[in-house]
């Protein structure tokens, strides 16, 4: 236990004491994005995924030290590929960030830049493949076809699991724009998971999940409303990939769809439009209303006197009982796996 508060207190403490100093420097150089569920539109810091990944590297890295020194007992093939998945999306989302919103990268760039940083996962996963997918069940190792054996492990490596890390990352990138959404989403859901983790031995899958909960909640203090900082694409992007990551090697697929199910409503809200939809409201005074077209979830939540901190707090509430939801369907398939 305390070696895994130790990975979570680094990443933390990287982010917590690096962001007040991360601030003005960014600033200077004009990264300065407006915060548009304010009335009066001020400028406010970007680039904030910057120290989030350095955060969650030093934790990562931290947890790799103990296991090569220490004795924490970590399988690195698959743990280092999943960090440099992780490492890749974010590096990509950090490059969105410093060319502009909606200057940077395209939305079909968004869907293919992740295949490819999900390269690492999918090679190492050819050599120990999965005999589940989420709401199929068991499924054979082979199949034997006419023209020859096709081996699920490989189908599973090669479409599956770019198709999740995209897909996660790229669901994260749709429910956003309020001050503290983002970082508090992705905690929650990376929280879940790392319990999960924790009490079925899924030790790497744990590392990454604390390393990235730990840099995201200091981030939190400077992103919580009113915000000093925005997360921008490097946090959201970077963030999902993570959730898949942890998914993925801790074997828990069909939990990580079913804690991405705000996510889901929001793609297809967002579809309507042809993903042209804004997450933001119309600020009037300190309150926030939604257009006459409500075209994402956030609008959805305010009715009301609702503030942006308050349109927040709805949507992570909803998410809370989502999170304890899977944790009761986790404990109760370890019940029915022990029975």
């Not at 479409?159 to 749709?174: D, E, F, H, K």
């Not at 981030?219 to 490097?234: E, H, Q, T, V």
């Not at 804004?278 to 305010?302: A, N, Q």
Request: charged share 15%; net charge positive.
């Amino acid at each position: 236990m305390l070696i895994y508060l130790a990975i979570l207190l680094v990443a933390f403490i990287t982010v917590y004491y690096l962001v007040p100093k991360f601030i003005p420097l960014v600033r200077d150089r004009g990264f300065i994005g407006k915060d548009m569920n304010k009335a009066k539109k001020t400028g406010v810091a970007e680039l904030g995924g910057i120290p989030i990944f350095l955060g969650f590297v030093f934790g990562a890295t931290f947890a790799i030290f103990y296991s090569t020194y220490l004795g924490l007992e970590l399988d690195l093939l698959p743990f280092i590929a999943g960090i440099l998945t992780i490492v890749i999306i974010g590096f990509i989302g950090t490059v969105d960030d410093m060319i502009g919103w909606k200057k940077g990268i395209r939305q079909w760039q968004h869907a293919l830049f992740p295949v490819v940083a999900a390269l690492p996962l999918m090679a190492v996963r050819v050599a120990n493949p999965p005999l589940t997918i989420p709401f199929v069940g068991v499924l054979p190792g082979e199949y034997v076809l006419p023209f020859g054996v096709i081996s699920f492990g490989i189908i599973y490596s090669l479409i599956l699991v770019p198709i999740g890390v995209t897909g996660a990352s790229n669901a994260t990138n749709m429910l956003a724009g309020l001050n503290g959404l983002e970082a508090s989403l992705s905690a929650m859901i990376l929280g879940t998971l790392a319990i999960v983790a924790f009490f079925t031995g899924k030790i790497e899958a744990l590392v990454i999940a604390l390393a990235m909960v730990g840099a995201l909640v200091a981030f939190l203090k400077y992103n919580w409303f009113p915000a000093k900082i925005f997360g921008g694409d490097g946090l959201t992007l970077m963030s999902g990939a993570s959730i898949a990551v942890v998914a993925i090697i801790g074997d828990m697929e069909k939990l990580g769809v079913l804690l991405l199910i705000l996510f889901f409503i929001e793609f297809y809200l967002k579809s309507r439009s042809k993903f042209q939809a804004e997450s933001f409201g119309i600020p009037k005074g300190k309150y926030l209303t939604s257009p006459k077209k409500k075209g994402s979830l956030t609008h959805y939540f305010m009715f009301g006197k609702a503030t942006e901190k308050r349109v927040v707090l709805r949507i992570l509430a909803v998410q809370f009982v989502i999170c304890l939801f899977v944790l009761l369907i986790a404990y109760l398939n370890t019940l029915m796996i022990i029975g």
